[in-house]
T-cell receptor, first 115, second 111 residues
Framework: DTGVSQNPRHKITKRGQNVTFRCDPI?????LYWYRQTLGQGPEFLTY????????KSRLLSDRFSAERPKGSFSTLEIQRTEQGDSAMYLC?????????????FGPGTRLTVT | QKEVEQNSGPLSVPEGAIASLNCTYS??????FFWYRQYSGKSPELIMF????GDKEDGRFTAQLNKASQYVSLLIRDSQPSDSATYLC???????????FGSGTRLQVQP
């Protein structure tokens, strides 16, 4: 069973540039989540997909952030006009939609540094 | 008040001892409770989940849930140096799939 994968693992960008991250969930999982984690804090929820539908978005997801999951498989998270405050670890997780199977499994994360 | 609260630690225990990690939550509608382990620079790893009041054991780990007191804990028996990590408590509420995390408790197991 292949776990959640994320690419790239590290990204350094200059302020004002756009960046895009990719997440491939566990193959049989139809729910996919994006979180952001800064140093010393727990992950903060950004958005959630069930299949290709984006069902929930956090108020943290400003209009500079957009996420897609066009075919219900992999997902992308794009940040436009990056700011230094966007520097964080971006985590993707997936879960199965079966009854009582709410457990979310995380990928290795993409560490973003905005200079 | 934070939605999910944990003592940041560090909690230091000797090798072989029982480590007790605690978490309180504010939303009485919370239904699912999770413990994740996170090593420095790595992503969170799910180690335990519990949905019903009482205890749930898995190997050296026991999760305890008391919904009346809005309290969930994780016990690690026979602690090993490899257990040294940050332990994150996470909660999901009725109708929501998002997890709300605490800030984590750093555990140090002294050889």
């Amino acid at each position: 069973d292949t776990g959640v994968s994320q690419n790239p693992r590290h990204k350094i960008t200059k302020r004002g540039q756009n960046v895009t991250f990719r997440c491939d969930p566990i193959s049989e999982h139809n729910r996919l989540y994006w979180y952001r984690q800064t140093l010393g804090q727990g992950p903060e929820f950004l958005t959630y997909f069930q299949n290709e539908a984006q069902l929930e978005k956090s108020r943290l997801l400003s209009d500079r952030f957009s996420a897609e999951r066009p075919k219900g498989s992999f997902s992308t998270l794009e940040i436009q006009r990056t700011e230094q405050g966007d520097s964080a670890m971006y985590l993707c997780a997936s879960s199965h939609s079966g009854t009582q199977l709410y457990e979310q499994y995380f990928g290795p994360g993409t560490r973003l540094t905005v200079t | 008040q934070k939605e999910v609260e944990q003592n940041s630690g560090p909690l230091s225990v000797p090798e072989g001892a029982i480590a007790s990690l605690n978490c309180t939550y504010s939303d009485r509608g919370s239904q699912s409770f999770f413990w994740y382990r996170q090593y420095s620079g790595k992503s969170p790893e799910l180690i335990m989940f519990i949905y019903s009041n009482g205890d749930k054991e898995d190997g050296r780990f026991t999760a305890q849930l008391n919904k009346a007191s809005q309290y969930v804990s994780l016990l690690i028996r026979d602690s090993q140096p490899s257990d040294s990590a940050t332990y994150l408590c996470a909660v999901s509420s009725t109708g929501r799939r998002a997890l709300t995390f605490g800030s984590g408790t750093r555990l140090q197991v002294q050889p």
